[in-house]
């Protein structure tokens, strides 16, 4: 049971986790020499549709560096599909290790649920987004990408940075994109943004500098529609007859 009750969570763990505790919610970018003023020109260009977009939606296939039991590092996969309607609902789908978590968010409550295992739980949380991110956060619920879809995303990603660089344009399965670098006070994180009119992140990679081995994250964003109009039934939890509810364990750091 113990197993069970730690799928919800672990499952959707599998996520930013390195990236988006780095993040310190009371600083900003310091305005230095370290940071180039184009690289957060080009990173506030691919944001700001995202903040625009009253709903949007995208694929993120995420690939993460895991520390095997002999010492080896080893890559898992999973694909999660984010749907959004601002200001307040959150829809994502995991699928992973053979197994599906839903993540359903609707005006401050939050339920995860297992459809194999009929297993759900309910997470109150808050009215606006931001806050209900951090919070799951706290309860080792880490969302794909989440700094993606705060209000903000620009500032959410610009807080405690120490340098920003343009690498330059590069070709990323030969599509012409930008290629960015930051670095926070525990993170080395890259972004490929595709250029022009209709500027869109494209990839991610993040490098946890807290753990000696250095795990890697690396996400790809597919199939964005920043002009989704979702129904309002698609973030609303319609409980199957035969689901039960359990407590979301928190994990420790063995775990």
Known sequence: MKARLCTLAVLLSLSLRAFSQTQNPSSSPQTSNDIDPLALKVLKAATEPIREAKGFSFRALVSMEHLGSNGQIITLFHLSEITMLRPDKLRVSFH?????????????????????????????????????????QKKDVFIPVSNFLHSDPYQSLTKGLKSGYVIG???LFDQPVHHLAFT????????????????????????????????????????????????????????????????????????
């Open 96 to 136: 992973g290790r053979g197994k599906e978590v839903e993540l359903f968010y609707n005006a401050g409550q939050s339920v995860l649920y297992s459809p194999e295992a009929k297993l759900y739980t309910t997470i109150p949380s808050y009215k606006t987004i931001d806050v209900t991110l951090n919070e799951l």
């Open 169 to 171: 344009k590069v070709m």
């Open 184 to 255: 926070s006070a525990d993170a080395d994180w890259q972004l490929w943004v595709i250029g022009g009119d209709k500027p869109l992140v494209r990839r991610l990679e993040v490098v946890d500098k807290r753990t000696p081995e250095h795990p890697r994250v690396v996400v790809d964003f597919l199939d964005w529609d920043l002009n989704a109009n979702p129904r309002n039934d698609l973030f609303t939890f319609q409980k199957p007859a035969d689901a039960k509810e359990i407590e979301l364990m928190k994990l420790s750091a063995e775990d």
